[in-house]
């Protein structure tokens, strides 16, 4: 499965493909908000397909990555099981659950939750 553009609980998506490159650099983010410009509202990440730094919020990494989506007026949904990393950082998980009450970014276990939460917002 390629990243593909497709609706999901009345909001286009972009999915990305859980087997897609890495996202490692601010480029990398660059290029996947373009690939969002075909139409979706949201780009769901699997959150194996993010370079370790993102889950480390000394790196700044994720901020730099989270601003561009939020300047570019896109939501970012990092979709998978993080419970390792939030058992090894507070920080992240303070991000975490800061992010969770907003509405740019979201950190969900999987795409029927982030259904959920796109029903919610409507």
Not at 2 to 25: Q, S
Not at 54 to 80: H, I
Request: hydrophobic share 50%; net charge negative.
């Amino acid at each position: 499965m390629a990243d593909e553009v497709r609706e999901r609980a009345g909001v286009t998506v972009l999915v990305c493909d859980p087997d897609g490159p890495v996202i490692a650099t601010e480029q990398d983010a660059l290029d996947l908000i373009g690939a969002a410009f075909a139409g979706a509202e949201v780009v769901a990440v699997p959150a194996s397909r993010l370079d370790g730094r993102f889950f480390s919020p000394g790196t700044r990494f994720a901020g730099e990555v989270m601003q561009k989506f939020v300047n570019y007026r896109l939501r970012l949904a990092v979709v998978g099981d993080i419970t390792g990393h939030l058992a090894a950082s507070p920080a992240l998980r303070a991000l975490v659950e800061e992010s969770n009450r907003a509405d740019h970014v979201w950190f969900v276990p999987d795409l029927d939750t982030l259904d959920t939460r796109l029903r919610a917002a409507a």
